[in-house]
């Protein structure tokens, strides 16, 4: 009988797969690779001071709520910087060293919270939020998880023509009425949006290169837009799930598992060029 966790998991992924699936060329081809550097600083960040709000109002559901608020105003903050005319890397470095200085204050500030409160085991909430928690997933997490990743899924699916036009044209989608900016804050919202909901099952250390990989190894094996989309599905399908399966047996985290396979395979085609 196959255990109820290792259910929830394995649908779990699906959904991650599905969401990271669709978004990981659109990283690539837009350039937002950086981006994504700044959003682990963003969801650290929201980590932290949804560890210190859950204590002070004893309801650790608030740690996934808050890092997905902090998340989402901080790529619109960057989204604006840009707007100003910074250029991207100046934007997201700017926002990223700032939110990096709040979250060394943040953990101070939670160690002297943790000292007057009843034990929480926070110290396993952290570890567990930096390597991913697949297996510990509930059903609670996992309906958050379908339900809020369905919305984001058909928001992406409405508007991937538009987001594409504006990785590879977009001065020709203004010259159609299209607004570039408007589109742009859109996706960056989307991908603060889906680190912030998916980042409990597949780490944060590892968020970026499950995020960019699929995208970058698709684009190398072909340029058509339909196969690249494919491509990118199917692999983080077949990476998600076989690193599951791997780490029921083996114990081994399923995030360190997924990200070295992406590793090698990204590498293998590396070295055939």
Avoid: C, W
Avoid at 30 to 36: E, R, S, V
Avoid at 64 to 89: H, R, W
Avoid at 229 to 245: H, N
Wanted: cysteine-free.
């Amino acid at each position: 009988m196959i255990p109820e966790y290792l259910i929830r998991a394995i649908l779990a992924s699906v959904m991650v797969s599905v969401l990271l699936g669709m978004l990981s060329p659109l990283i690539n081809t837009k350039g937002l690779a950086f981006l994504t550097h700044a959003i682990f600083h963003a969801l650290l960040f929201g980590a932290v001071l949804g560890m210190i709000l859950g204590l002070f109002f004893e309801n650790m559901e608030l740690i996934m709520l808050v890092a997905l608020i902090v998340t989402v105003a901080i790529v619109i903050i960057i989204a604006q910087l840009e707007k100003l005319g910074f250029s991207p890397d100046s934007a997201v470095g700017i926002v990223a060293s700032f939110v990096a200085g709040l979250t060394v204050l943040g953990f101070g500030v939670l160690y002297k919270v943790m000292a007057t409160r009843p034990y929480f085991p926070l110290s396993e909430s952290i570890v567990s939020y930096l390597t991913g928690e697949i297996f510990l997933i509930t059903l609670n997490d996992l309906t958050i998880l379908v339900l809020g990743g369905t919305v984001l899924f058909f928001v992406m699916l409405s508007l991937y023509r538009d987001f594409l036009y504006l990785s590879f044209d977009p001065e020709g989608l203004e010259s159609y009425g299209g607004k570039a900016r408007a589109y742009l804050m859109i996706l960056y919202v989307l991908v603060g949006a889906i680190g912030a909901l998916i980042v409990q099952t597949v780490g944060l250390i590892t968020l970026q290169v499950v995020a960019v990989l699929p995208g970058a190894i698709a684009l190398m094996v072909s340029d058509n837009i339909r196969k690249i989309l494919a491509v990118s599905l199917f692999l983080t399908l077949g990476i998600q799930l076989s690193s599951v399966i791997l780490a029921y047996f083996t114990d081994i985290p399923p995030s360190g598992i997924a990200t070295i396979m992406l590793g090698v395979i990204y590498g293998s085609l590396l070295f055939r060029r």
